[in-house]
């Protein structure tokens, strides 16, 4: 879910920190993702590391390729979806919205808008606030899902 709200890329969310969240802050991260942060750190109180091992140390990027593959298996979508189809997504549910394809470079953090083209195959329509497109799907969040 934080992947896909504010279209993260693995590296980035394996390396959160706990001091890297500001809840208060004004972000692009989803209400609704919020509201799963807010459960999470009161149920686990990671230490360092948002999103800790077993051993307490960071969370391997593999492990978090294992939870979404079988997540994708379970849910029989496109069984091609990587953890990088999560941002390929923000990044697409974005500009179908209409969101300026500026905006999503510097929220994807591309230096060249040559990268973040790649997304025009979907027509922009041109909107006026960004949200993040978790915050568009219908359902609302439930207790922490574990493994």
Request: aromatic content about 6%; overall charge positive; charged content about 25%.
């Amino acid at each position: 879910m934080l992947i896909y709200s504010a279209g993260l890329r693995l590296n980035e969310l394996i390396k959160l920190r706990v001091d890297d969240i500001k809840i208060e802050r004004i972000t692009i991260l989803a209400d609704k993702m919020i509201i799963q942060l807010k459960t999470y750190l009161k149920e686990f109180k990671p230490s360092y590391w948002l999103i800790e091992g077993a051993d307490g140390g960071c969370y391997s990027a593999r492990s978090v390729q294992a939870i979404l593959r079988k997540g994708v298996a379970d849910s029989g979508v496109n069984p091609m979806a990587t953890v990088h189809t999560l941002r390929h997504s923000f990044a697409t549910h974005l500009l179908e919205r209409g969101t300026d394809i500026r905006y999503i470079q510097d929220l994807l953090g591309h230096s060249s808008i040559k990268t973040t083209e790649i997304y025009t195959h979907i027509t922009q329509k041109g909107g006026r606030t960004i949200q993040s497109p978790l915050d568009q799907l219908d359902f609302a969040p439930k207790e922490i899902i574990r493994n």
